[in-house]
Nanobody
Framework: QVQLVESGGGLVQAGGSRRLSCTASGRTFSSYAMGWFRQAPRKEREFVAGISRSGGNGGTSYYADSVKGRFTISRGNAMNTVYLQMNSLEPEDTAVYYC????????????????????WGQGTQVTVSS
């Protein structure tokens, strides 16, 4: 059974940094595309960042425009952990952050929508105070 567990959320001041972790179990996740989404109060869940399956280089990362240059997604050495390093945080980044996974699909190497992902974590709250 696939399980994704997020951690690292909390309260941070504007301009600060936070690193989220997603630990996966139940599969060999180096062959999975992994993503981070977020959902702010009264808003729909939105794509934040994704990383393609590891091809020996850890995978190719891609980002939503709203976080490009501030957030970095990466895989851990064991390949069953994905991180989201968030810098220069803004109050608008306040949301529940979710980790998601999708088995390798050669036709969808950079999934960025909710329905492209098969597995989801429970989410971790990040609150950025101004």
């Amino acid at each position: 059974q696939v399980q994704l567990v997020e951690s690292g959320g909390g309260l941070v001041q504007a301009g600060g940094s936070r690193r989220l972790s997603c630990t996966a179990s139940g599969r060999t996740f180096s062959s999975y595309a992994m993503g981070w989404f977020r959902q702010a109060p009264r808003k729909e869940r939105e794509f934040v960042a994704g990383i393609s399956r590891s091809g020996g280089n850890g995978g190719t990362s891609y980002y939503a425009d709203s976080v490009k240059g501030r957030f970095t997604i990466s895989r851990g050495n064991a390949m069953n952990t994905v991180y989201l390093q968030m810098n220069s945080l803004e109050p608008e980044d306040t949301a529940v952050y979710y980790c998601a996974a999708r088995p390798y699909d050669p036709w969808r190497t950079a999934p960025s929508t909710e329905n492209e992902y098969n597995y989801w974590g429970q989410g971790t709250q990040v609150t950025v105070s101004s």
